[in-house]
């Protein structure tokens, strides 16, 4: 959409780059495998034989046997489904699950839509870097508590759990274990049997595979009722005709696993470089990443004194993909869970940067990225103004020389009306109605959650715009502080410019 200096991507925690001979596969499958794998005519047979084949290969890549792996469509379902299967099995005779503070939403949001109908939910007590206190997961065991569960590597901090030990005490108790592996496949060796977990979720697109496609691991014999109900796939437990291209596609990146883990493996040089770089531009930066038993390409970093989404903007306007706790487009300003779970406060929280490096990350990639922070850092980048929620007030909402640029989704606007006087632009095509936006007032760039706003405030300096800002926190937090100028002011004299 902007003008790219070079194109760096360190976000490969949220998803990653599709590998030429995973779309490749894909692109054939569509072409030649188009039979439902469930007829019966052989060109359903060819597919079955794909379908099959690709559940052979990942399975094996895990570890697993082939019926002991069903295909859905991503993580969050698979996490849905385990969380919401056993406990249709095991409530009201048993009525607790433990898990962790810093799983993934879709655990996070199952856990607390299960608290809702009934269900105990114990939160095991974490470290500072997130790792599950073992003594105290022992303790909190009794025997109303079904499952246990706890992902193998975490997303935002990279912590890897010591899943190992938590099987031992799971078996010993007799209770079930579920891991989310999710992070943890192509970045460290995943063998589900050598973990001794009883349920896993693994999704595609976190290794070069396409999104829309998943695993649930279920042990052999393991209890399970499924979540999505209609035909007999995946042996009666997720109803849906299967995505065949997808599964082809996630078979082809699982065949290069254990190329990428190496790959990975290597990283930690990198990562040491990169850490001991950041800390000479600014010697007061903290490393929320543990230093040992972390995923080699996770660095998650607080900067003192920098809300993380200006930073964000500004490396975006680089080329450069990193991410922060949570998304513009969320409907809360919450800071992420999992940096509050490990201590820090909500400002630090907002100073978070997250940088997840891919397998073929190289030094030089570090370099850009450093040298782009020092220039930043050093306020030798073109200065872009912040506005706090409470500074954008009645005076200058009223000002003749304000102009409040709207660039928020049409969604969030259903949920949001714009401030007074707004002009609403979207963010997708904002460029390319640039010359709507007057030089010579005061800018005001406005997004849901304050992540989206200050890239394109850079992108209005970086055109000579003398006197331009953007709303820390978004639209949301500016309602949360200013209710009353809500109710005043919104949702009057809009003008739309694209
Ligand atoms: N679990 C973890 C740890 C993740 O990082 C993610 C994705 O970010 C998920 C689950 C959800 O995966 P999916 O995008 O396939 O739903």
């Known amino acids: 959409m ?41 060109v359903a047979r060819d597919s079955a034989l794909v379908l099959e084949e690709s559940r052979r290969q990942i399975a094996a890549t895990i570890g697993a046997k082939p019926e002991e792996i069903i295909f859905n469509s991503c993580a969050s379902e698979g996490n849905n489904n385990i969380l919401k299967s056993l406990t249709e099995l095991n409530y009201p005779k048993k009525t607790r699950i433990i898990s962790s503070p810093t799983e993934h939403s879709s655990v996070m949001a199952t856990l607390e839509y299960l608290k809702k109908q009934g269900v105990e939910i114990i939160y095991c007590p974490v470290d500072k870097y997130g790792k599950v206190v073992i003594e105290k997961l022992e303790e909190l065991i009794d025997n109303k508590v079904f499952l246990v569960c706890c992902m193998l590597a975490n997303n935002e901090i990279g912590t890897i759990q010591d899943i190992k030990t938590i099987a031992a005490i799971t078996k010993r108790h007799n209770i079930l274990l579920m891991a ?26 976190k290794i070069h595979g396409p999104k829309g496609a998943g695993i649930i691991y279920i042990k052999d014999g393991s209890p399970f009722v499924p979540l999505v109900h209609g035909g007999n796939q995946e042996f009666g437990l997720r109803a849906g005709t299967e995505s065949l291209h997808n599964i082809a596609g996630f078979a082809e990146a699982a065949r290069a696993i254990a190329v990428m883990t190496s790959k990975m493996s290597k990283l930690k040089h990198i990562k040491d470089y990169f850490i001991a770089e950041l800390k000479k ?109 409470g500074q954008l007030n009645e005076n200058i909402l009223l000002d003749q020389n304000t102009f409040i640029l709207d660039i928020r989704f049409w969604y969030d606007r259903k949920f949001l009306k714009s401030l007074s006087g707004s002009y609403e632009i979207s963010f997708f095509s904002f460029k390319k109605y640039i010359n709507k936006i007057p030089k010579n007032k005061n800018i005001y760039v406005i997004c849901q959650g304050g992540f989206n706003s200050p890239v394109v405030a850079y992108y209005l300096v970086a055109k000579e715009y003398p006197r331009v800002s953007f709303l820390v926190g978004g639209y949301v937090a500016w309602k949360l502080a200013n209710k009353e100028l809500y109710e005043k002011y919104a949702g009057k004299d809009i003008t739309k410019l694209d």
């Open 2 to 42: 902007f003008r790219l200096r070079q194109e760096i991507y360190l976000d490969n925690n949220a998803t990653t780059k599709v590998s030429p001979s995973v779309s490749k596969k894909m692109e054939r499958v569509l072409r030649f495998y188009y039979g439902n794998p469930s007829s019966l005519y052989q």
């Open 180 to 205: 989310d592996c999710v992070q943890a496949l192509g970045k460290i060796p995943v063998d589900v049997k050598e973990l001794g977990i009883d349920y896993a979720t693994f999704s595609a697109h």
């Open 281 to 389: 531009i600014k010697a007061d930066i903290i490393v929320n990443s543990p230093a040992h038993n972390c995923l080699p390409n996770t660095i998650s970093v607080i900067f003192p004194g920098i809300n993380n989404s200006v930073l964000l903007g500004a490396l975006d306007y680089q080329g450069i993909a990193v991410s922060a706790g949570s998304a513009c487009n969320t409907q809360s300003d919450e800071p992420s869970h999992v940096l509050k779970a490990i201590g820090l406060s909500d400002s630090q929280a907002r100073e978070t940067i997250r940088f997840s490096l891919s397998d073929s990350t190289t030094l030089n990639d570090t370099n850009y990225v450093l040298k782009s922070l020092k220039t930043f850092l050093n306020n030798e980048s073109k200065a872009v103004n912040m506005i706090t929620p």
